[in-house]
């Protein structure tokens, strides 16, 4: 990249992150998981944070 002169990225393991995306989804998939975070009594971010947390 240096010898075309382009900009070098900056390495993904050191960028700030806001903690923040948007997925859309289909309204079947929002209903099955508001239902599923409503009966496990937590909030939709919190059941998919959980299930995409490793």
Not at 5 to 20: D, L, Q, T
Not at 27 to 37: E, G, S, W
């Amino acid at each position: 990249m240096k010898s075309n002169k382009e900009k070098i990225p900056e390495p993904i393991a050191i960028k700030n992150y806001s903690g923040k995306f948007m997925v859309r989804v289909p309204p079947d998939v929002h209903r099955a998981l508001a239902i599923k975070a409503a009966e496990a009594g937590v909030s939709i971010n919190r059941l998919v944070s959980s299930k995409l947390s490793y």
